[in-house]
């Protein structure tokens, strides 16, 4: 290696070692108070959707579901504890929408601890 390969290498490890530390911070930022919501495929939404809202201030889960919410409640989920959880989300949350995006399946699955239950 030249010197001018040395010092352009020397150069770029300070540029390198910022945009590390800024994205780490991001990272701690959004898993800190961020978080979501993942609704699976049922009659009202026949796709699916998962949102990213701010969850600042809350106790909820970095990922949730309506289903997750039921389980950890009560142990078992039922059309009427599915629908409370999900209006109980839309009632805290809805002006804290950050994005609505599509269905994971992963994310559902994480929020159910790998339980799935019929649409």
Do not use: C, H
């Not at 990213?52 to 989920?77: C, E, H, Q, T």
């Not at 504890?81 to 699955?109: C, P, T």
Request: no cysteine; aromatic share 12%.
């Amino acid at each position: 290696m030249s010197d001018e390969q040395v010092q352009v290498a020397t150069n770029r490890k300070p540029l390198l070692i910022g945009i590390f530390i800024v994205l780490a911070f991001i990272f701690i930022i959004g898993w800190g108070i961020t978080g979501f919501f993942v609704v699976q495929p049922i009659g009202s939404l026949p796709d699916g959707v998962t949102i990213w809202y701010v969850r600042a201030g809350s106790n909820m889960p970095f990922i949730s579901s309506p289903d997750g919410l039921s389980l950890k409640a009560s142990g078992s989920v039922s059309l009427m504890s599915r629908g409370i959880a999900l209006s109980q989300f839309a009632g805290n949350f809805e002006d804290k929408i950050i994005a609505r995006l599509g269905y994971s399946s992963w994310m559902y699955s994480v929020s159910t601890n790998g339980a799935s239950f019929d649409q």
